[in-house]
């Protein structure tokens, strides 16, 4: 597996790239590769096929001039920026064909990120589907997309980011875990204290990092998807 080193700063790049890793993985341009990354500014991303209005406190977002976008995956919306790492892997199916079970998809990548982050806080737990949490309470959720031989996972780990902010900008759940038990995001959403330099090291560990590279060969696919998906309005408000 390959580590993708990125020098990223617009939050419409950090989506293209990571739909490009998996469409040049399905293309045989590529493979399996990791990368871990933080949007440079706050921004409410929207699962494939959420309803942003359900979701999202738009009028806030637009007054605070944060951008809603739409990433490939499902899942519902998240908040990012800065003390929000986030992660993306993109596993061949080919060579583990079980990968094509959502269940089993879930089960195979969140249990390495749940022993990555165990090295530096050993009582963090796997609840839901794919929430981790830590004292009762989610820092990371995830979500996936399978393609024909390939598929792309990716969640979130918040570890020094505004839980205040994150409350204001979506609204109350409409799809909930059963041990959320009701609570709001302010009540439910924590950060949870790591090193995240340390993190990286861990969860290269975990996924047998080979070797590290720049995303310049990727870069062509990603100013594609740009001009096709995410400079497009209609795509980030499709629903």
Not at 98 to 124: C, F, G, N, W
Not at 126 to 135: K, Y
Not at 163 to 170: A, E, N, P, T, V
Request: glycine residues 8%; aromatic residues 8%; neutral net charge.
């Amino acid at each position: 597996m390959l580590f993708i080193s990125d020098g990223l700063n617009d939050s419409r790049d950090h989506l293209a790239l990571d739909e490009a890793l998996l469409l040049s993985a399905e293309r045989g341009e590529g493979g399996e590769a990791l990368r871990v990354w933080e949007f440079g500014r706050p921004v409410v991303v929207a699962g494939r096929s959420t309803r942003v209005k359900d979701e999202i406190d738009t009028d806030f977002c637009h007054g605070e001039g944060v951008e809603v976008l739409r990433r490939c995956t499902g899942g519902a919306s998240v908040v990012g920026g800065p003390g929000c790492l986030m992660y993306s892997v993109v596993l061949s199916l080919s060579q583990q064909g079980a990968l094509r079970k959502i269940d089993i998809a879930h089960r195979y990548v969140m249990s390495r990120i749940l022993r990555a982050i165990q090295t530096q806080i050993p009582e963090v737990q796997l609840q839901g589907i794919c929430d981790l949490t830590w004292n009762e309470q989610k820092f990371s959720g995830n979500s996936l997309r399978i393609g024909r031989d390939y598929l792309l996972y990716h969640g979130t780990i918040l570890y020094s980011f505004d839980l205040q902010f994150l409350h204001r900008c979506l609204k109350f759940a409409p799809r909930q875990p059963e041990y959320r038990q009701g609570r709001s995001h302010l009540d439910f959403v924590t950060n949870i204290v790591i090193d995240p330099n340390l993190f990286v090291d861990e969860i290269k560990a975990v996924f047998e990092v080979a070797k590290t590279v720049d995303s310049s060969p990727y870069h062509s696919c990603m100013r594609q998807l740009r001009l096709d998906r995410y400079d497009d309005c209609k795509w980030h408000n499709r629903h």
